[in-house]
């Protein structure tokens, strides 16, 4: 599904600093508040499921947040739930190696109706979360309708909004793998939690 004219005015508004609230742009916010991270430190993010987990690793700086990587952790139907759980372990444990985060963003725990269906979510999410905090990363929680509305401005954005707003926030030549996106989308609002002294999207695990 497309992004709206309205919706992506409201992108607009956000990049440009411009709000009803006539709030200062997120350059003027760089330069009149302290990050609590060094600069150079990374930050990740997580999206978890059994068949598409997303990652990604951004880069605090006193300029605004860098790219680093991503992906998605992609199992097929027909390895067993157990296999799949081991392959989140194992490559989220390489990029841990690769980057070494001072914080964590996962996506918090959402509302579903089949049980079946949570369970498995939790199962995949429990995988990712104990190989990060084997590590000793501080790990914080972000809910889906917190992140697009800190992303885009709408708490119901479809995925590919959120996609085009990560892509220009970060200067990449195209748009991240949606499970990609939603895991760069985390890291970003966590950042953007740094800088905001209104009060915390997350909460910490």
């Not at 916010?29 to 997303?54: F, H, M, N």
């Not at 996106?181 to 800088?195: G, S, T």
Request: proline share 7%.
């Amino acid at each position: 599904m497309g992004v709206s004219p309205k919706q992506f005015a409201a992108m607009e508004a956000r990049l440009s600093g411009r709000s009803k609230s006539n709030a200062p742009g997120p350059a003027a916010a760089a330069t009149e508040q302290v990050l609590r991270l060094p600069e150079g430190s990374r930050v990740l993010g997580i999206d978890p499921s059994l068949r598409g987990t997303g990652w990604g690793v951004i880069r605090v700086t006193t300029t605004g947040p860098t790219f680093l990587e991503a992906g998605t952790i992609r199992c097929p139907k027909t390895w067993e739930r157990s296999r799949c759980l081991g392959q989140i372990q194992r490559i989220l444990g390489e990029v841990l190696q690769r980057h070494p985060p001072a914080l964590c963003a996962c996506e918090g725990l959402f509302f579903a109706q089949n049980l079946q269906t949570a369970l498995i979510m939790g199962e995949a999410r429990g995988a990712a979360l104990a190989t990060i905090a084997l590590t000793g990363t501080e790990i914080h929680e972000i809910a889906p309708r917190k992140v697009k509305l800190a992303m885009v401005g709408y708490g119901a954005a479809q995925k590919i909004a959120v996609a085009k707003m990560v892509q220009r926030q970060l200067g990449l030549a195209d748009t991240p793998d949606p499970d990609a996106a939603d895991a760069l989308a985390l890291a970003l609002v966590m950042v953007q939690e740094l800088r905001n002294p209104l009060g915390p999207a997350s909460k910490r695990v």
